[in-house]
Nanobody, 122 residues
Framework: VQLQASGGGLVQPGGSLRLSCAASGFGLDEYLIGWFRQVPGKEREAVSCIGTGGGTINYVGSTKGRFTMSRDIGKNTVYLDMSDLRPEDTAVYYC????????????????WGQGTQVTVSS
């Protein structure tokens, strides 16, 4: 089981990025995917989750209306589309997988990708 996160980079405030999380070794109908983010000195924060049925949950109030999760079953890939990015969105973003239900608790996820850095700065 592997998760490969990509798509991070440097973007100006107000800009957009699409993060990708490519899964291998399992199908997105078996495992749900969560996106988390972490800044130095802080705990990993749940951002969003997409369940095995395709329904999504957004955990961070400030990202509602700006961040959207989606998936491509054929590519076994999950996306996090981020728009109107703000400096406070700067973090390393991780995708993670688990069975059963979405959760905002990082320790409940079984598999993790390597993280991709998102920096929002002018």
């Amino acid at each position: 089981v592997q998760l490969q996160a990509s798509g991070g980079g440097l973007v100006q405030p107000g800009g957009s990025l699409r993060l990708s999380c490519a899964a291998s070794g399992f199908g997105l109908d078996e495992y749900l995917i969560g996106w988390f983010r972490q800044v130095p000195g802080k705990e990993r924060e749940a951002v969003s989750c997409i369940g095995t049925g395709g329904g999504t949950i957004n955990y961070v109030g400030s990202t509602k209306g700006r961040f959207t999760m989606s998936r491509d079953i054929g590519k076994n890939t999950v996306y996090l589309d981020m728009s109107d990015l703000r400096p406070e969105d700067t973090a390393v973003y991780y995708c993670a997988a688990r069975r059963t239900l979405c959760s905002s608790y990082a320790h409940r996820y079984d598999f993790w990708g390597q993280g991709t850095q998102v920096t929002v700065s002018s």
